[in-house]
């Protein structure tokens, strides 16, 4: 049987004396595009930084391709890419000069970083700008040069916070089209139209329960709205009972 891409077992985390998340579990396949679904404070932010190594979590076990983050945290990080909301950029660099970079720290071989920067700035639609400097370009070049450095190693897992922050109509058919030829994606965005385009499940997160569904966002929406449809006339049931 293949291992999960990723793994998580009674994950909680605390700041201070507040739980935000308490003791969840799930997997990832290999292969899927899972939306990540919660309100604010639900704990989205917290499940991605811990699952992708840049928070250490109170309690629990989160494995990569079934490695322990903890006990082999660089290992675990070479078959992840991240785009947190704010994306990681250097601005004084030109956009080949910090995928470059980006590739190095991702402990890529010398010989493969040229070939992989110039398929990430394709795959991205910001290769004309391969000289500029990342500070002249506009939020949406950004955004989507954010997109090329998490995918710059072609790692098996990708994880992108609010990916269309900033990208125009041409940009996110760019995004879409790339996740299409990806095996596994976490995304997290507020866009439903860009969600039922993309995912394949849908795990919704809250700070007691946690779910996977099969299908997109519209699929997900209408289970939910008829769940607490069924939970409303229960309880006017109940309310008549008494």
């Known amino acids: 049987m293949e291992e999960p891409i990723v793994r998580v077992e009674h994950l909680s985390h605390r700041y201070s004396v507040q739980w935000a998340i308490r003791d969840i579990n799930f997997e990832i396949n290999q292969k899927g595009i899972l939306g990540l679904l919660g309100s604010n404070g ?3 932010s917290t499940t991605m930084n811990i699952i992708c190594g840049v928070l250490n979590q109170t309690e629990g076990t989160v494995y990569i391709n079934g490695i322990d983050t ?3 945290p660089v290992e675990a990080k070479k078959y992840i890419g991240f785009l947190p909301q704010k994306p990681p950029l250097y601005t004084d660099h030109n956009v080949s000069e910090y995928l470059t970079y980006c590739a190095h720290l991702r402990l890529m071989d010398d010989r493969e970083v040229k070939a992989a920067v110039e398929s990430a700035m394709k795959r991205c639609g910001i290769a004309h700008f391969s000289k500029r400097l990342v500070k002249n370009l506009s939020g949406g070049y950004q955004q989507r040069l954010g997109i090329a450095q998490a995918i710059v190693h072609n790692p098996k897992l990708v994880v992108l916070d609010e990916p269309t922050n900033h990208l125009d109509s041409r940009g996110r058919e760019v995004v879409s089209a790339y996740l299409s030829r990806k095996k596994s994606f976490i995304l997290v965005s507020h866009d439903r139209y860009f969600l039922d385009g993309c995912v394949d499940h849908i795990l919704s997160l809250n700070r007691s329960t946690i779910e996977v569904q099969k299908g997109n966002f519209s699929s997900w929406m209408e289970n939910f709205n008829r ?8 309880n006017e049931r109940l309310k008549k009972e008494i």
């Open 42 to 44: 639900a704990g989205k």
């Open 227 to 234: 769940q607490q449809e069924f939970e409303l006339s229960q």
């Open 70 to 72: 903890r006990k082999q």
